[in-house]
């Protein structure tokens, strides 16, 4: 659409125009684009459904395709309706099969997204922002700063052109991780919608069961989130003490240790919906024999299943990843204080696209005044 096509607003014009500002399809959930459509053209809403099943379910953007939709009607979307696509920038592929792809979600951001591989499900990583305002002191992201939150249609656009490139692959995503660059819930609302899209039947069609997003522990975002997203919850405790926890991860300082763990006892998860407890180990920082002692008791009343991530190692951070037999022995131990626990150890290191390597653009130094101004909001 031309700039000079782009109506006046009502008030300054005096008159109804005739036709409206572009609208994104990827950036709505279907009951709100049914609004739209009935809004702008006078369509039923499940219009919608049937927009959806084109673009989501087939994977056709033309709108001139779409045979459901009457003439008249594909005239009136193919001015307005923007279906947009992620480019993808660049892709690379790890010995163990784990894509990472760089994805132009808008031109000239770019932000990562990876697929990996495992045996019985491949499980797509999804960023939420462009860098991160939390300044965790072991991860890569957290160096480039926040440079803005990515609209839920940014966040589709990555899944969209993951889910066109892996046709060539021949294999797809089974599972969706909001564990990209970012902190997801820093940007809840977007996340909300494109988590509607991703559930939604008539959309991506995935079980709310195989998405999750993890949080650096944002506690109020949290509580909204348990009562309006349909999907898991994952938290990065990564500490047992209020001073070692501060030290890594800022947020704490706002959000202690016992208020994070209260919203967890009271989050609304039953024994075959845990809440995932992601704890980094940076030897000799958070993994003592200590913390293992304290962590069974940090976690008493909190649906929990544990995953424990051997720190990987990004140059200049000053962490260090702890040997494999002392990962295996805080597996046992807290195994037998009857903990559930798993081990991640992160695919796709060779080609820096394990958790927390995830890096699109050097320099920024916005985090700091993004995360002050965050922590000073509450
Ligand atoms: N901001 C959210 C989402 C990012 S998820 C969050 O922090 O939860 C990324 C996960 O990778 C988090 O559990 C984070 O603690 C972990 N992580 C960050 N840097 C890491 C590193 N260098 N090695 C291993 N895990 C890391």
Redesign the pocket.
């Known amino acids: 659409m031309s700039l000079a096509s782009v109506p006046m607003p009502e008030e300054q014009t005096g008159s109804t125009p005739e036709t409206h500002s572009p609208l994104d399809l990827l950036a709505h959930c279907r009951e709100s684009l049914g609004r739209e459509i009935q809004h702008r053209y006078g369509e039923a809403p499940f219009r919608a459904t049937q927009l959806f099943q084109w673009v989501y379910k087939r994977g056709i953007g033309d709108i001139a395709q779409m045979s459901d939709l009457s003439k008249g009607f594909r005239d009136r979307l193919i001015q307005e309706l923007v279906i947009p696509t992620g480019r993808i920038h660049s892709r690379q592929i790890s010995e163990d099969g784990t894509r990472k792809y760089l994805v132009e979600v808008e031109s000239g951001d770019l932000v990562e997204t990876v697929l990996i591989k495992q045996p019985r499900r491949n499980t797509l ?1 999804v960023s ?1 922002q462009v860098g ?1 305002a ?1 300044g ?1 002191k ?5 160096t480039m700063g926040l440079r803005r939150h990515l609209s839920a249609s940014e966040i589709l656009r990555q899944v969209m052109a993951v889910i066109a490139d892996s046709r060539s692959f021949g294999d797809t995503f089974t599972n969706v ?10 940007n809840l609302p977007n996340i909300r919608t494109a988590v509607r899209v991703l559930t939604d039947m008539h959309g991506i069609g995935i079980a709310p069961r195989k998405i999750t ?5 944002l506690v109020p975002a949290i509580r909204e989130f348990g009562a309006t997203v349909p999907a898991n919850i ?3 405790l ?1 500490a047992t003490t209020d001073e070692v926890r501060s030290q890594i ?1 800022p947020v704490n300082q706002r959000y202690p240790l016992e208020q994070l763990l209260e919203v967890l006892r009271e989050y609304p998860a039953n024994k075959r919906r845990r809440i995932t407890i ?5 030897h000799g920082v958070n993994d003592t024999t200590e913390d293992l002692r304290r962590l069974p008791g940090l976690l008493k009343g909190v649906p929990a299943k544990v ?1 424990l ?6 140059a200049g ?1 000053g ?1 260090q ?1 702890p040997p494999e037999e002392w990962v295996a022995q805080w597996q046992r131990k807290l195994h037998e204080k009857g903990v559930e626990v798993t081990v ?1 150890w ?1 695919k796709g290191r060779d080609i820096d696209a ?4 995830l890096l699109t653009v050097t320099g920024q130094k916005k985090g700091k005044a993004a995360r002050e101004e965050m922590l000073a909001a509450g």
């Open positions: 990583c939420s991160c939390m965790c072991f991860c890569r992201t957290a991780v909001f564990m990209g660059m970012g902190e997801p819930l820093h997003v993890s949080t650096v522990g994952a938290v990065s990564n991860m992601e704890y980094v180990m940076l995953n991530i051997p720190y990987n190692a990004n951070l962490f990843t991640r992160s394990a958790c927390g390597q």
